[in-house]
T-cell receptor, first 111, second 114 residues
Framework: GQQVMQIPQYQHVQEGEDFTTYCNSS?????IQWYKQRPGGHPVFLIQ?????EVKKQKRLTFQFGEAKKNSSLHITATQTTDVGTYFC???????????FGSGTQLTVLP | DAGVIQSPRHEVTEMGQEVTLRCKPI?????LFWYRQTMMRGLELLIY????????DSGMPEDRFSAKMPNASFSTLKIQPSEPRDSAVYFC????????????FGQGTRLTVV
């Protein structure tokens, strides 16, 4: 199937440092969704991007969708310990918008 | 709304036993999904329903897995017989399935088969 690759797999940062995770596809994506999963928790929807070159912000989080709609990124400015968790990108496809998830980036924030 | 409700939260069973996982979707959502999460394979879709009808079960790993949705407010995922490699976290999710909507996940069931 159409894979969505995500890097890095792990990222350790000091509190206050920035963090970025990248999502790449070999084919054009109609959309990309981002989810956050806290340790021991469940995926929680953050945002969906659908337009070429789209940039959306949620407080310290900035989401981008590439011009070619083949890649996306999530950037967190000045990380906090509450940002700890695994961040997944996902492609929603089909009439049911079923999700194909990337492998996730596990973020650890050191106090 | 209480969100998607799954039970049990944790299940430990012996190899060969039958396991039934339960899910109550958000009221009004017409799509229900079962996902499995493991370290090796990540989050993968097993099966999904639309208006209680199974639409795509191509992600179900083997015939030992079956899923039902007898009504709009209840779904089950059954494994019979269970094997140690079935150990994983199983998530149920529901959505409206429209173009710009998100999936809402339950808390998950952590299954351990010993």
């Amino acid at each position: 199937g159409q894979q969505v690759m995500q890097i890095p797999q792990y990222q350790h940062v000091q509190e206050g440092e920035d963090f970025t995770t990248y999502c790449n596809s070999s084919t054009t994506l109609s959309n990309i969704q981002w989810y956050k999963q806290r340790p021991g928790g469940h995926p929680v929807f953050l945002i969906q991007l659908v337009k070429s070159g789209e940039v959306k912000k949620q407080k310290r989080l900035t989401f981008q969708f590439g011009e070619a709609k083949k890649n996306s990124s999530l950037h967190i400015t000045a990380t906090q310990t509450t940002d700890v968790g695994t961040y997944f990108c996902a492609r929603a496809s089909g009439s049911a918008r079923q999700l194909t998830f990337g492998s996730g980036t596990q973020l650890t924030v050191l106090p | 709304d209480a969100g998607v409700i799954q039970s049990p939260r944790h299940e430990v069973t012996e190899m060969g036993q039958e396991v039934t996982l339960r899910c109550k979707p958000i009221s009004g959502h017409d799509y229900l999904f079962w996902y499995r999460q493991t370290m090796m394979r990540g989050l993968e879709l097993l099966i999904y329903f639309n208006n209680n009808v199974p639409i795509d079960d191509s992600g179900m790993p083997e015939d030992r897995f079956s899923a039902k949705m007898p009504n709009a407010s209840f779904s089950t995922l059954k494994i019979q017989p269970s094997e140690p490699r079935d150990s994983a976290v199983y998530f149920c999710a529901s959505s409206l399935g429209q173009k710009n909507t998100e999936a809402f996940f339950g808390q998950g069931t952590r299954l351990t088969v010993v």
